[in-house]
């Protein structure tokens, strides 16, 4: 199945064997998949459609389902990283809070900056005590860093790759409005109207420290397919073609 497929359907109809075919990487410790934009990663307090609830199709011979390592909002596609069983869960959440996986991410933001790259160090804190997810930048908050170049311009539009040094919620979103450039489909931070394009971030990459003394694990994942029709529309489909390999 192409791998945009899945974004075309309303995300109830996600199937297990569609996560399983959005594998980028699997070896006896960890999985790497893409997540689907639309798609939360577990239920919320209504329920409904998750991720979390097709990782029986990931089992792949162990006895449990893995576990998420770590977490991308519901409109985030892109590398989400699980635990295949207690250990590797431990060992992962250790890197995680660390600092110690490398993240990388693809947005396309309103405004063109003045530099081509960048680097933003600006504390984030809750906005509201009874929206925990509701971030905003703030003197008392928790330090937080975010890098960021210009991979493509144009038309009052640029597409950015964000490298987030910290793990805060909602960082890349609030950095990203803080100096002038809200993320494209962002209704929270960017203000985007009612019926306006998707949010435009994607967990492009990561890297994964495992095993000391060994190298690294990586993956990579395609642009989803709004954000592979936005860069076919500002003419850069060529250049996000060269960047995403195919699934493994």
Known sequence: ??????????????????????????????????????????????????????????????????????????????CLVLGRHRKALARLGKLFSNGRVSKTYWAVVRGNPEADEGRIDAPLAKRSPTRGWWMAVDPAGQPSATEWRVLKRGAGLSWLEFTPLTGRTHQIRVHAAHIGLPLLGDPIYGAAPAGGPPLHLHARAVSIPMREGKPPIEAQAPAPAHMSATFAAMGWSEDAERAAPPYV
């Open 1 to 78: 199945m192409p791998h945009d497929v899945a974004f075309r359907r309303l995300p109830g109809d996600f199937t297990a064997d569609d996560l399983a075919a959005r594998v980028l990487h699997r070896d006896g410790l960890t999985l790497i998949v893409d997540k689907p934009a639309g798609l939360p990663v577990h239920a919320g307090p209504k329920g409904g459609a998750n991720l979390e609830a097709l990782f029986g199709a990931l089992r792949f011979g162990l006895p449990r389902d893995p576990a998420l390592a770590h977490r991308l909002d519901k409109d985030t596609s892109g």
